[in-house]
């Protein structure tokens, strides 16, 4: 399941005052200079877009930066981050097994289903991290991955 910070339409406090210093200095330039509300929106509209294009950005801050500036309608953006959150899911996945295939290290059907059918970024980015180092590809879920399974038991529990 992904993490409602991966999901969740909005920004970080920092990314949320920097759009809006964009947007307050671009207001001030139309009340200021005269520049056009329509320049305005085209300049909005590129400096949205250098913001996604950092890296670091969760699937719900890549979906809110997006929606405005494409306009989508209501409820499309929640959509898009799920979709645009399993393919990245999926894409770690096929990563991973294809380190795991050039190391030429064996992978069994339920390690190949459990990478497969995971959808938790954070579990897939430690995968991907300690699959460079692995000498088995089962000692990808060591004891992190138990860690972590112990830690959602606790708070479900």
Not at 39 to 51: T, V
Not at 78 to 94: N, R
Request: glycine fraction near 10%; charge should be neutral; aromatic fraction near 4%.
């Amino acid at each position: 399941m992904h993490s409602n910070r991966e999901l969740e339409l909005g920004l970080r406090p920092e990314l949320e005052e920097e759009v809006s210093g964009i947007a307050t200095g671009l207001v001030a330039a139309m009340a200021l200079v005269g520049l056009s509300p329509e320049k305005a929106m085209a300049e909005l509209r590129g400096r949205l877009k250098e913001i996604i294009n950092r890296d670091g950005l969760s699937p719900g801050e890549i979906t809110y930066l997006r929606g405005k500036i494409e306009k989508w309608p209501t409820g499309y953006g929640e959509q898009w981050a799920t979709g645009y959150a399993v393919g990245l899911a999926e894409g770690k996945a096929e990563v991973i097994l294809t380190v795991l295939e050039v190391r030429r290290l064996p992978v069994s059907d339920d390690l190949r289903a459990r990478l497969t059918t995971c959808t938790d970024l954070a579990r897939l980015d430690d995968w991907l991290n300690r699959v460079r180092t692995v000498e088995r590809a089962e000692e990808l879920f060591g004891k992190a991955a138990d860690r972590g399974r112990r830690t959602d038991r606790k708070v479900r529990g």
